[in-house]
């Protein structure tokens, strides 16, 4: 069962532009909801993270945006840049120690 | 400041065998968490350990097995190898064991079983 399902598998964007990647949960228990970024040969860095007390969340060029009645969150990467190139994660767990639950990932392309 | 170390970067086995990868954690870091990342896919949780005690384990086989030392590093063994177990395994360590608590991954161990 896959408590995190992501969308979509891949993404290309031109420079300048935004990028949107979606996320949705069925546990109502994930209080918390980071986004990683891997780049190719390195491990998972975190980006920005969110817990459901706010509906978005905003670092940078980065956004998070929550709505935890449809239990869904996505991320905003505003003026796409070609070095934003890389997989994204998402992710949630909870505060009951319930370890981090991953999306398959989005591999994101930023061409000029 | 070192980053999270793993060793081997990068291993070949054949079907059958035993592997034990190596993870560092950051100075100070009390935590350790073993993820398996399938090509294509996330990273799917193994083993976590806080202060040498096993805090929680994934959905994977008695195979799978890992321990946490003094000093804070910790093993992952992976006994009777199978060709579904090739993969990259990643280590994060983070500052306390909470879930809700950044990971900082290593580059991982590209395992590769023939």
């Known amino acids: 069962q896959q408590q995190v399902k992501q969308s979509p598998q891949s993404l290309i964007v031109q420079k300048g532009g935004i990028s949107i990647i979606n996320c949705a949960y069925e546990n109502t228990a994930f209080d918390y909801f980071p986004w990683y970024q891997q780049f190719p040969g390195k491990g998972p860095a975190l980006l920005i993270a969110i817990r459901p007390d706010v509906s978005e969340k905003k670092e940078g060029r980065f956004t998070i945006s929550f709505n935890k009645s449809a239990k869904q969150f996505s991320l905003h990467i505003m003026d796409s840049q070609p070095g934003d190139s890389a997989t994204y994660f998402c992710?949630?767990?909870?505060?009951?120690?319930?370890?981090?639950?991953f999306g398959k990932g989005t591999r994101l392309s930023v061409i000029a | 400041d070192a980053g999270v170390t793993q060793s081997p970067t990068h291993l070949i086995k054949t079907r059958g065998q035993h592997v034990t990868l190596r993870c560092s954690p950051i100075s100070g870091h009390k935590s350790v968490s073993w993820y398996q990342q399938v090509l294509g896919q996330g990273p799917q949780f193994i083993f976590q350990?806080?202060?040498?005690?096993?805090?929680g384990r994934g959905n994977f086989p008695d195979r799978f097995s890992a321990r946490q030392f003094p000093n804070y590093s910790s093993e992952l063994n992976v006994n009777a190898l199978l060709l579904g177990d090739s993969a990259l395994y990643l280590c994060?360590?983070?500052?306390?064991?909470?879930?809700?608590?950044?990971?900082?991954f290593g580059e991982g161990s590209r395992l590769t079983v023939l």
């Open positions: 350990y806080y202060e040498k005690e096993e805090r």
């Open positions: 994060a360590s983070s500052l306390t064991g909470a879930a809700t608590g950044e990971l900082f």
């Open positions: 992710a949630a767990s909870n505060s009951g120690n319930t370890p981090l639950v």
